[in-house]
């Protein structure tokens, strides 16, 4: 007998399919309750998203609002002052007309007039106090030479403010709407799963385990994933960052009026901030770049600059490309990036900076393909890579633009400014590249004569007569330029000129084009003779409403679209602040520290600055009506009330009674007619004063007094002061 072996029970198939339906039904409840997690969170994440978009439109809305307040409030100030100005220029010409030799004093009419004087002074200042700018505040004309810039930065500080706020809503939408994408990836991966769990009930066993595992592999990455996003949720950047922005904004804008590179650092220093608190936060980084590249910069007043250290180069090429992979991609950071590349592969000889600036270049022309700038910046990229007929084919494109707002229908851009900018905007990365490359010097010419003549020349034909000048030297004051020569086969009716000047500062960092000055000119001839029979001088101060500094200075000078003449110089100007004084039409340079005279002036009447202990100034007085005999010559007239300057009180430090030097020979003071100056001496100081009549018959009068000791050498403080003045017409 033997033991029969044991029996094997082997389920029957349903029963193994049941078992496989038990476990694939407890897979896809759990996928389910997965689904709805996730369902739950987007919920969540829709509506954050969607909260946060209406914060930003809200902000957006208060922005504008804030905006139009600000705009409105800084005009409100700017008509009380300019009425209060108005009245006090009143004042002045009643106080004129007591002066005029025809009024008797104690007369009736000279009675009249005292009390007209003083009725418009209480008046002036009963609305003086309706504006909270005052003449001798920071926001005022003599203090700010960008009236009213200061005025208008500081209204707009709120609206900056809710501009970050809005961005930050914006980002914080962005984030939202991001997670709501992930959120859905997930659903559709659950989605799946399911579907597979379901269909494998349907299939044979392989096929089933195969669709079994793949759908857990989904259940699982969808879960590991939804917990991950947990861990990153969006918030809301601190309101501290918004504050710091607009702190930056607001430096950045009145960089100008602070000494040396203080501004520059104060904005420096809070667009950090607001990095710092906001690492995401693309447009501090924009706006941070601007201010490193000017940092290192000589140009802060130009429309378009080219000069920066290399430091300050790589500063703003880390910024711009911090912006740009945190996705703006909006012309200005294309262009800047271009830009950027450009002048480091200029600097550093690097050609494969050419190829990517012409990329970031093209980016930018499919978003605007009417601006000057880019085409500008293609040519000079194409030029430095070797390509010299796709240089001209651009700054050809680059100059039609100049001239065209619109280029097909020719529609005239009829902005003399804007074009010049332009076109200086161009010269100068030009001349930095034939500094490092003179390979390229005879193309460079080339280009710089094709812009030149395009946009200063458009209508001058190619085949008129070439001009040459001689013997050409330039002249630097504080607040003008000048070119002196001698021009051959010179025809003013048949000719045109366009002078280029040039700065370079102390770093002797590249040669860049003052745009504000630079364009087409017509020189003077010189009634004096001499050997140089032209000059040609530009008020800078007036024109840009800054003061030329120290540094080398030089001019290239074009006549019919062909560089004709050239010169250089280098000027040891001291470092000197604009200043206006546009009640009596007139701008000077002075120290940083004067400040505006007011107790001893009659606004309409006189005008002036003054250091704190009063030893030192600077005074224009204009006599918008001055009563002289018919026939008296300009000379005579504008000398007799140059005397009796001394006549009138307050404007000199106590005590002083300054006696006659010397008389200036064949002075220029302003242009004026009837031009005159003189030097006088008093006990430790000197004084230097001239006049001449306007074109309107006003007599103007200046006048800078200081120490002895401030007054030696060829370029004094108190001549360099005095030099620097310029009539605003």
Excluded at 69 to 74: E, F, G, L, S
Excluded at 122 to 135: E, I
Excluded at 417 to 446: C, M
């Amino acid at each position: 007998m033997y033991k029969p072996p044991e029996r094997i029970e082997v389920p029957e198939a349903h029963e193994m399919r049941e078992r496989f339906a038990r476990v694939l039904a407890v897979l896809i409840v759990v996928s389910t309750l997965g689904v709805a997690c996730i369902e739950y969170l987007h919920s969540v994440a829709d509506n954050n998203a969607d909260r946060a978009g209406g914060e930003a439109q809200l902000l957006g809305i208060q922005r504008q609002g804030e905006l139009v307040r600000a705009n409105d409030a800084a005009r409100t100030q700017i008509e009380a002052f300019a009425y209060s100005a108005e009245q006090r220029a009143r004042a002045g010409n009643a106080f004129q007309q007591f002066l005029l030799p025809t009024i008797t004093a104690g007369s009736a009419q000279a009675g009249l007039l005292q009390l007209e004087e003083t009725r418009w002074t209480q008046l002036a200042a009963l609305t003086g106090q309706l504006s909270d700018l005052k003449a001798d505040g920071n926001s005022a004309p003599a203090q700010d030479p960008r009236f009213p810039n200061l005025e208008l930065t500081a209204k707009q500080h709120a609206s900056d403010r809710l501009f970050a706020l809005q961005d930050a809503s914006n980002q914080l939408r962005a984030d939202w709407q991001a997670r709501v994408g992930y959120l859905s990836v997930m659903l559709t991966l659950f989605a799946v799963a399911i579907y597979l769990f379901g269909l494998s009930l349907t299939l044979q066993a392989r096929m089933r385990r195969m669709l079994v595992g793949l759908g857990l592999l989904l259940v699982a990455v969808g879960g590991v994933w939804t917990v991950a996003l947990q861990f990153g949720t969006p918030v809301a950047a601190p309101d501290a960052a918004a504050d710091a922005y607009a702190d930056g904004v607001a430096a950045m804008n009145t960089f100008y009026s602070k000494p040396g590179d203080s501004g520059l650092r104060a904005a420096d220093d809070a667009f950090s901030s607001a990095i710092a608190l906001r690492p995401t936060f693309a447009n501090a980084y924009l706006h941070r770049s601007l201010v490193r590249f000017l940092l290192g910069s000589p140009q802060r007043s130009d429309l378009i600059v080219s000069v920066s250290s290399a430091q300050a180069l790589q500063a703003q090429g880390d910024d711009l490309q911090m912006a740009y992979s945190l996705g703006d991609r909006d012309k200005q950071l294309l262009n800047n990036l271009a830009a950027n590349r450009l002048l480091l592969a200029i600097a550093d000889n690097r050609p494969v900076d050419y190829s990517t600036s012409l990329g970031y270049l093209a980016d930018a022309l499919k978003l605007d393909s009417a601006d000057p700038l880019l085409y500008y910046n293609e040519g000079i990229a194409h030029l430095g890579a070797g390509d010299l007929s796709a240089a001209r084919d651009a700054y050809q494109q680059a100059v039609a633009h100049t001239l065209y707002t619109d280029v097909d229908k020719k529609t005239p851009r009829n902005n003399t400014f804007v074009e010049e900018g332009y076109a200086g905007g161009a010269l100068t990365p030009l001349d930095l590249l034939a500094s490092h490359r003179p390979d390229l010097a005879a193309q460079v010419s080339a280009m710089k004569e094709l812009i030149i003549g395009g946009v200063d020349n458009p209508t001058m034909p190619s085949s008129q007569a070439t001009v040459r000048l001689a013997n050409t030297a330039i002249q630097v004051f504080g607040g003008e330029l000048q070119w002196t020569a001698k021009l051959s086969g010179y025809d003013p009716t048949k000719d045109e000129i366009s002078t280029q000047w040039y700065y370079q500062g102390p770093a002797k960092l590249g040669w860049a084009v003052l745009e504000p000055v630079s364009g087409n000119s017509t020189p003077v001839a010189n009634s004096s003779g001499g050997v140089n029979g032209y000059y040609y001088i530009t008020r800078y101060l007036q024109v840009a409403q800054q003061c030329l500094q120290p540094g080398s200075y030089k001019v290239e000078v074009y006549v019919n679209g062909h560089l004709a003449g050239a010169a250089r110089t280098d000027a040891t100007l001291p470092t000197l602040s604009a200043a206006q004084l546009a009640d009596v039409g007139a701008s000077v340079c002075r120290p940083p520290e004067w400040k505006v005279d007011t107790t001893n002036v009659l606004q309409g009447f006189s005008g002036g600055l003054v250091s704190s202990d009063h030893t030192s100034g600077v005074y224009v007085l204009r006599f918008q009506n001055p009563s002289v005999a018919a026939g008296t010559d300009k000379a005579t007239e504008a000398k007799a009330f140059r005397d009796q300057f001394f006549n009138l009180t307050g404007f000199l430090p106590g005590g002083v009674s300054p006696q006659f030097t010397q008389e200036q020979t064949a002075p220029y003071f302003l242009g004026l007619s009837g031009a005159n100056e003189a030097y006088y001496s008093y006990n430790n100081g000197d004084l230097r004063i001239g006049s001449g009549v306007t074109a309107d018959g006003a007599v103007v009068i200046g006048v800078v007094f200081a120490p002895s000791d401030q007054w030696n050498g060829d370029h004094s403080n108190g001549d360099a002061i005095f030099d620097s003045m310029v009539s605003l017409g």
